[in-house]
């Protein structure tokens, strides 16, 4: 065997390629025989570490084609689905906005809402609370002192403790004031995200179910109101309109009131006269 045909031999392997000092003896002086065994060596291991290399591959797809499938529960909602479902002005809309994108991140969305229910009745319990909230002279004691009283009347929804967090920046910004707004702003936006129109029905003195019924059925079916949304009849008593209906529905206002119709009428006399 010549050691010509023995370098074709391991290009073909497709070892031939690496330094000669790895393959082949540098001293020219060494006997062929002894050149055949150095050669016929590191063939051997090049086949060696060839096998190694493709067993390795092998257990390691073997072992990546075992694995289950992994589902993530916890994957980031998008930016869109963070979105609030309508725009609300004022502070207290932008405040009640940003709680309602870290509730959602948080996916605490329902016992924020539950929780945010429960301070509004707080407010409509005790009265003072809003003066109270707004005093300028309340001091960091005063304030950390304010919400863990609010904590309690949470009820332990707030588990992911958003509320307390969202409390936690009001008071830093000198905010609680407008706690109150919030809450209310904040159930807009649920309302709004459960497909909910507000239909506030004002009267001048206080309507019956059934009559309320009535009112529910035919703006529910007008085109004031979309396929597949539900209404949220409120009705406020307003003695100032003498009579007939003030109907607002969303952000349209339909005006049928005694009131308007003799303020009309009068606008009418005074062109004419």
């Known amino acids: 065997m010549r050691l010509g045909t023995g370098r074709q031999d391991l290009e073909n392997l497709g070892v031939a390629g690496r330094q000669p000092s790895n393959l082949f003896p540098t001293t020219t002086s ?30 390691i797809a073997r072992r990546a084609a075992a694995q289950p499938a992994i589902r993530s529960y916890a994957t980031p909602a998008s930016s869109a689905d963070t ?17 309602y994108t870290a509730a959602v991140k948080t996916q605490s969305l329902d016992s924020v809402a539950k929780a945010l229910s429960a301070l509004q009745e707080v407010y409509v319990k005790d009265p003072k609370l809003s003066n109270i909230m707004q005093a300028p002279t309340l001091t960091s004691e005063d304030k950390s002192a304010i919400i863990a009283e609010l904590q309690k009347h949470t009820g332990g929804q707030d588990k992911a403790d958003t509320v307390k967090n969202f ?62 949304k539900k209404l949220k009849v409120t009705n406020k008593v307003n003695s100032d309109i003498l009579g007939g209906l003030v109907v607002e529905i969303g952000d349209r206002t339909i005006d049928l009131s005694v009131s308007s119709r003799i303020s009309k009428m009068n606008k009418l006399l005074t062109d004419t006269l």
């Open 30 to 59: 060494t006997p062929r025989s002894h050149s055949i065994a150095v050669i016929k060596m590191n063939v051997s291991r090049a086949f060696v570490r060839a096998a190694n290399t493709s067993a390795t591959r092998v257990t």
């Open 167 to 228: 409390l936690n920046t009001l008071a830093e910004n000198n905010r609680l004031a407008l706690l109150e707004g919030v809450c209310t702003k904040f159930g807009e936006l649920m309302g709004a995200a459960r497909g909910e129109i507000e239909l506030t029905v004002t009267s001048a003195t206080p309507l019956d179910n059934k009559t309320l019924t009535r009112l529910e059925s035919a703006v529910a079916k007008s085109q004031y109101v979309g396929q597949g």
């Open 83 to 99: 979105k609030p479902p309508v725009a609300l002005y004022g502070l207290d809309g932008t405040y009640a906005s940003a709680l």
